[in-house]
Every structure is written in C-alpha cells, then in structure tokens.
C-alpha cells in the first residue's frame, strides 16, 4: 500500500505499471504493459513454444531434484486439447493446481501435492492487510517524521537515520510504494538544510531500494522466490544481511558525499534550485515540532517490531546455522515456520494492531479488507507466473531448457555461476517489475541450474533478488522511481545522472557477494 502523497502541485506519479510518456508528433501514448499484462503474454507465448521444443525429463531424486547427465526424451502424450485445457486452466492450477505423484501431471483436481501458489497467495494478502492497518493507525509516519524533525540540525546525521530506517523496512517487508507520502516531509526539510532536491530524492529511492535489493526476510522478494526455489526464507539469510550492511552504509556515504559538497558550492548541484528553493536554508533548527509519538503510537510499533523479529526467528534452520551443517538435527526451540503459519500470525497481528489502535470493529474490518484488497495484483502476478511454470510441467519441456544450458554451468567456477545468474535476471527484471512474479517464473529454472554447478540455491535467490533490486533503482517502468522524481520536481535524466556512479559501483560489489557467497556457500 502506498500511503497518498501531499498535493504540492507536482504531476500525479505514474502507476506501476509503468511511465507514461507521449509522442508529441501524434499525441498518442504509450503505457508500458503491466506485470499482469507482461505475463499473459509470456502464458500464451509458453503455451506456443511447448508445441515446438521437444518434450523430456530428467531422473529424479527423492527429494525431487534434478540428477545431472539423466536428461533423456519423454513424450508428454498430451493431446492437443488436453494442452488447450492446460492454457485456459493455467491460473487455476497456478493457484491450487495438485501435482499427481504418478504421472507429474498438474490439475485442479488430481490426487497428490499442491503444486500451486495458494500458500503464498494468502500470505501476501495477509501481510498486505497487516502493512495496511499499520499505516492507517499513522504510528509509521509519525515515527519517521519525529526522528527527521529530531535530527533537523544535523544534516549527515539525519540523512543517515531516514535512509537506515528505509532500508530496515526495505529489507524487512519490501517497503518502497510506501516511501512516495514521504516526498512533502523530506523535501522541504533537505533545502531548509542547504541541499537541494536531489538529495532528499536520493535518500528515498536509495534508501527503501537498497533495503529491498539486500531483502533479508522480505516476503514479496526473498519469501516468494524461496518457495520458488523449495528452501526456507531462512536459507542464505547470513550472506544477505552482510551485504544489507555493507551496501546499505555505501548507499548512505554517497548520498552524504554528495549533500556536502552541494551545501559546500550550491552552483555543483545537479538539479539546481527551483525559485524559492533557498529562500529559507539553514532554518531547519526553527521548524514546527510534530506531534509527539503517543502511548498508542508507541505500542503500535513495538507490536511491528516484535513480529518482524518474531518472522525472522521462525524461518532460520538455527541447528544448520549454528553449525554449518545443511542435515544438523534441527534443535527442539526450532519453529521451521513457513507460509502457512506466517500468513496466520500477520493475520493475527493485524487484528492486534488495530485493537491496541482503538480502531472499532468497522474501521478495523473495512482498513483491512482494503489492505487486502490493494495487494491483490501481486498475489494474481504470483498465480499468473506459477501457472506457466503448470503449462510447461505438463509438456515435460522445463527439464528440456535445463538440459539446454546445462552444459553451459556444468563446470562454471561458483563464483562465476553466481554472477551469471545475477546478469541473466537483469533484463527479465526489466520486462517483470513485480519481483514476486519475476521470482515465481524464474526460480523453476535457476535453481536446478545452482545443482548443476554445485552452488546452493539460497545463493541464486540472493543473486536473483540483487538483479531485480538493481534494476527497480532506475529503470522507468517503477512507480518508486518515476513517482519520486515527479514529487520532488527532479528530471528523470538528472536523477540518472546523480545515480549513474552509484549503479556502478553497486553492480561491482553485487558481483563480489554473489560470487563471494557462490564459493563460501
């Protein structure tokens, strides 16, 4: 949920689906496809080329991985209108789709394990309403805006503390729409303090993206592609927090780098100012204190706090963490907590949250039923992606693409195989903004591929989320970017400009962690 941003007479942000631009040689304008849209596409396009690619399958551990050299041919035997069948079913059977264990075939009503998204559908709209009701009880938003008003007089310090806070939640929970309410606050405050526009724009985009590109526990990123993958979300969580702490304190040094030479020499800012814009610099310490965080606010983020911590303690296989040992016996204080039983505790906990916010049954219903409600496209995306990875199982040509490349990783150094599969998701991160989507159609394949290469598979989903995460920093099919520019009055092509040596530099160390985590494993 994205929290409305204040009016300041800036031009209403695109949606995310994507930038919309026009031709003004015709008038016409292009909207670029939604993630929806986009996998409607791939669904049919699959669907095509299943006709065309030859059918097999590869021999199978009992724990269902791919053995590697086994690949022989199998004919799927599937009649034209029983593939017919599989196309208009797919996003039932993305859904709720049962695997028969006899002939690998997936329906709506055979007799085996779930194969479909059903536990991770419940779980987004879960948290979905849970992130909801938080944000309607306003404890989020005051929270931040008393700790910029606290720092105000300190300007390294506070641009340090908002991009901690955003990355935390980034890195968390996926917090990135939400930063666009943000926009009135930063902005205003930044130039009070002698910067300009591009430094509050930089904090914000920064600051959430590069949470969300190191998701630690993050359930739209790391938890749908870990389900994807068939790991826990606490596998690989101690090389995704070591590259949270280092990207995110180099994230923080160069927006901070970058604020003090432009309140050093206004005339090397990027942006410049708009008329107005130093008018009132260097009177931040003067500012209107906000209101103080209530009995009722305070608790409220407590509640958050211990959730989220209560989440990442549920998922983490501690006897393997603890001993570097994958088939440690898991210790008897282990929870092994999956979606089931986190869609339920968010479930729980939004109806906590909005008793300790005094919300009323109606209020709390309706706040939560909208939170529901407006995270139902990334739950459909999630279904949408599952039900092409349906079309392709039932035509036996998934193992056939692994068998393609599998020569190519068969070999492959670790540490290179990890920086391939981080350049490979590039640009399908282009063309799938929605991570949850992106994550569901890809992991399929990528990770037999870490078998294959002897990498572990928590190594391809932090490798992955890097690439989605990198990608959604600047490309202009995301609302966070083309919303954020758009409310703090910055040039697309200026922000590109200011973030363009930090991309760089990102892209390097991104590289370094996954082929560092690829041989560590």
């Given at each position: 949920?994205?929290?409305?941003?204040?009016?300041?007479?800036?031009?209403?942000?695109?949606?995310?689906?994507?930038?919309?631009?026009?031709?003004?040689?015709?008038?016409?304008?292009?909207?670029?496809?939604s993630?929806?849209?986009?996998?409607?596409?791939?669904?049919?396009?699959?669907?095509?080329?299943?006709?065309?690619?030859?059918?097999?399958?590869?021999?199978?551990?009992?724990?269902?991985?791919?053995?590697?050299?086994t690949?022989?041919?199998?004919?799927?035997?599937?009649?034209?209108?029983?593939?017919?069948?599989?196309?208009?079913?797919?996003?039932?059977?993305?859904?709720?789709g049962?695997?028969?264990a006899?002939?690998?075939?997936?329906?709506?009503?055979?007799r085996?394990?779930?194969?479909?998204?059903?536990?991770?559908?419940?779980?987004v709209?879960?948290?979905?309403?849970?992130?909801t009701?938080?944000?309607?009880?306003?404890a989020?938003?005051?929270?931040?805006?008393?700790?910029?008003?606290r720092l105000?007089d300190?300007?390294?310090?506070?641009?340090?503390?908002?991009?901690?806070?955003?990355?935390?939640?980034?890195?968390?929970?996926?917090?990135?729409?939400?930063?666009?309410?943000?926009?009135?606050?930063?902005v205003?405050?930044?130039?009070?303090l002698?910067?300009?526009?591009?430094?509050?724009?930089?904090?914000?985009?920064?600051?959430?993206?590069?949470?969300?590109?190191?998701?630690?526990?993050?359930?739209?990123?790391?938890?749908?592609a870990?389900?994807?993958a068939?790991?826990s979300?606490?596998?690989g969580?101690?090389?995704?927090?070591?590259?949270?702490?280092?990207?995110?304190?180099?994230?923080?040094?160069?927006?901070?780098?970058?604020?003090?030479?432009?309140r050093?020499?206004p005339?090397?800012?990027l942006?410049?100012?708009?008329?107005?814009?130093?008018?009132?610099?260097?009177?931040?310490?003067?500012a209107?204190?906000?209101?103080?965080?209530?009995?009722?606010?305070?608790?409220?983020?407590?509640?958050?706090?211990?959730?989220?911590?209560?989440?990442?303690?549920?998922?983490?296989?501690?006897?393997?963490?603890?001993t570097?040992?994958?088939?440690?016996?898991p210790?008897?204080?282990?929870l092994?907590?999956?979606?089931?039983?986190?869609?339920?505790?968010?479930?729980?906990?939004?109806?906590?949250?909005?008793?300790?916010?005094?919300?009323?049954?109606?209020?709390?219903?309706?706040?939560?039923?909208?939170?529901?409600?407006d995270?139902?496209?990334?739950?459909?995306?999630?279904?949408?992606?599952?039900?092409?990875t349906?079309?392709?199982?039932?035509?036996?040509?998934?193992?056939?693409?692994?068998?393609?490349?599998?020569?190519v990783?068969?070999?492959?150094?670790a540490?290179l195989?990890?920086?391939i599969?981080?350049?490979?998701?590039?640009?399908?991160?282009?063309?799938?903004?929605?991570?949850?989507?992106?994550?569901?159609?890809?992991?399929?394949?990528?990770?037999?591929?870490?078998?294959?290469?002897?990498?572990?598979?928590?190594v391809v989903?932090?490798?992955?989320?890097?690439?989605?995460?990198?990608?959604?920093?600047?490309?202009?099919t995301?609302?966070?970017?083309?919303?954020?520019?758009?409310?703090?009055?910055?040039?697309?092509?200026?922000?590109?400009?200011?973030?363009?040596?930090y991309?760089?530099l990102?892209?390097?160390?991104?590289?370094?962690?996954?082929a560092?985590?690829?041989?560590?494993?």
């Amino acid at each position: 949920m994205t929290p409305g941003a204040p009016d300041d007479g800036a031009p209403t942000p695109p949606t995310a689906d994507g930038e919309e631009g026009q031709d003004p040689g015709t008038g016409r304008h292009f909207t670029f496809p939604s993630a929806l849209t986009v996998l409607v596409l791939v669904t049919v396009a699959v669907w095509a080329l299943a006709f065309v690619l030859p059918s097999g399958s590869y021999t199978r551990t009992a724990t269902g991985r791919p053995l590697q050299g086994t690949y022989h041919p199998a004919p799927s035997g599937r009649t034209f209108p029983e593939r017919l069948g599989d196309l208009f079913l797919s996003p039932v059977n993305g859904l709720y789709g049962v695997k028969d264990a006899r002939t690998g075939l997936v329906g709506p009503d055979l007799r085996g394990e779930l194969f479909g998204s059903a536990g991770v559908f419940l779980f987004v709209l879960a948290i979905g309403a849970f992130i909801t009701v938080v944000f309607a009880t306003g404890a989020l938003d005051r929270g931040i805006g008393r700790l910029a008003h606290r720092l105000r007089d300190r300007g390294a310090l506070l641009i340090a503390g908002v991009m901690g806070v955003f990355s935390l939640l980034g890195t968390v929970e996926g917090f990135a729409e939400e930063t666009l309410g943000f926009y009135g606050l930063l902005v205003p405050l930044m130039l009070a303090l002698g910067f300009d526009r591009l430094v509050a724009t930089g904090a914000i985009i920064l600051g959430a993206g590069i949470g969300v590109l190191c998701s630690t526990v993050n359930p739209f990123a790391t938890g749908v592609a870990s389900s994807a993958a068939e790991i826990s979300l606490g596998d690989g969580i101690a090389l995704r927090v070591a590259m949270w702490l280092v990207l995110t304190a180099a994230t923080i040094a160069y927006v901070i780098r970058y604020a003090r030479r432009v309140r050093a020499d206004p005339d090397r800012s990027l942006c410049g100012f708009r008329p107005g814009d130093r008018e009132h610099a260097q009177t931040a310490p003067d500012a209107a204190e906000p209101p103080p965080l209530t009995a009722l606010h305070k608790a409220v983020l407590l509640t958050v706090t211990l959730l989220f911590a209560f989440m990442v303690f549920s998922v983490i296989p501690w006897s393997g963490a603890l001993t570097g040992r994958a088939d440690a016996r898991p210790y008897t204080w282990e929870l092994d907590w999956s979606f089931p039983e986190l869609a339920a505790m968010f479930l729980v906990g939004s109806v906590l949250v909005g008793l300790l916010a005094r919300m009323g049954e109606q209020r709390l219903t309706a706040t939560f039923v909208q939170g529901a409600a407006d995270f139902i496209s990334p739950a459909l995306v999630i279904v949408l992606a599952r039900g092409v990875t349906v079309i392709m199982n039932n035509a036996k040509v998934t193992d056939t693409v692994l068998h393609s490349i599998e020569g190519v990783v068969a070999g492959t150094p670790a540490a290179l195989f990890g920086v391939i599969v981080f350049v490979v998701n590039l640009p399908l991160a282009f063309l799938i903004p929605s991570t949850s989507g992106h994550a569901t159609l890809a992991m399929p394949i990528l990770a037999p591929l870490a078998d294959f290469a002897g990498v572990t598979r928590p190594v391809v989903v932090t490798a992955w989320q890097a690439a989605s995460g990198w990608m959604n920093l600047w490309v202009p099919t995301t609302a966070v970017v083309m919303g954020g520019v758009s409310l703090a009055k910055v040039g697309y092509d200026t922000y590109l400009r200011f973030a363009a040596p930090y991309l760089a530099l990102l892209f390097c160390l991104i590289c370094a962690f996954v082929a560092l985590g690829a041989v560590v494993g």
